[in-house]
């Protein structure tokens, strides 16, 4: 397994751990980009590797109030879940001391078995990077090695029903988020995953560089305010936000 974190600046109080290694290659990665994509990354990787006791040292500075979140991955500097073995150490070693603040993940959600054990170990609060829910659209732009989309769908549905707070981080673009067929494709999939929140979040991306590479439309395209309407009402349990914050109805005291 590859390896590699890094601490990141803390904002507002929370406290991100991230990996350079990936599973995925995203056209767009603002973390790696090969020599020849025409665009360089606005970020570079970690290039060392905590231990599981400098990860732990850093997560109990921060989980010292009830609302307090520290996250794996702060969302495309690498792949935290690459990292399972040092996390899930981690996580279970903070968890034998204290119960305080959200313990969350930022992921590509694709190593099934990684998030499972992850999950397993503690973890509060994770949030899945996507660009679509259809898996045409999804291996066009993420580029995948050795997952699927229904790797993504399976380690959501793990995390949901063990109790975790889960959410997407939807990477969106008027024109193809709010085709006809991704919407479907959207609703089924947070239906069938039981997600409880949807970041829409823009997607950063030359248009006509995306729009290459994603396949193009099949049916109508709705807009983006009919869209959110058509979620609200589709997915009247699921939030429509834009971050990750602590579960609405389980806070801890
Ligand atoms: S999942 Fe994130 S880190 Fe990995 S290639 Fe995609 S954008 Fe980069």
Not at 222 to 238: A, C, H, Q, S, W
Request: with cysteine.
């Amino acid at each position: 397994m590859p390896d590699l974190f890094e601490h990141l600046p803390a904002a507002l109080g929370r406290r991100r751990a991230g990996s350079f290694a990936c599973n995925a290659g995203c056209f767009g990665c603002i973390s790696e980009q090969p020599d020849d994509s025409g665009f360089v990354s606005p970020q570079t990787r970690l290039q060392f590797k905590p231990t599981a006791d400098e990860v732990v040292e850093i997560m109990l500075e921060h989980l010292r109030e009830p609302d307090s979140i520290i996250s794996f991955g702060q969302g495309c500097e690498g792949e935290p879940s690459t990292q399972a073995k040092t996390i899930i150490e981690a996580i279970k070693r903070v968890r034998e001391q204290t119960q305080m603040g959200y313990i969350n993940i930022n992921t590509n959600a694709g190593l099934t078995d990684h998030i499972r054990g992850i999950v397993d170990a503690g973890l509060d609060l994770m949030r899945v990077s996507t660009i679509s829910a259809l898996d045409d659209h999804y291996n066009a732009y993420y580029r995948p090695r050795g997952y699927t989309l229904a790797n993504v769908e399976k380690s959501l549905k793990y995390a949901t029903d063990k109790g975790v707070y889960t959410s997407i981080n939807y990477l969106v673009f008027p024109g193809v988020t709010d085709r006809e067929e991704e919407i479907e494709a959207m609703i089924g999939f947070a239906k069938r995953t039981g997600l409880k929140l949807i970041q829409m979040r823009n997607l950063n991306i030359d248009p006509d560089a995306y729009l290459s590479l994603i396949p193009p439309a099949q049916g109508e395209v709705y807009g983006m305010k009919t869209l959110l309407d058509i979620f609200r009402e589709e997915l009247p349990d699921v939030v429509i936000g834009s971050f990750t914050h602590v579960p609405p109805r389980t806070q801890k005291a």
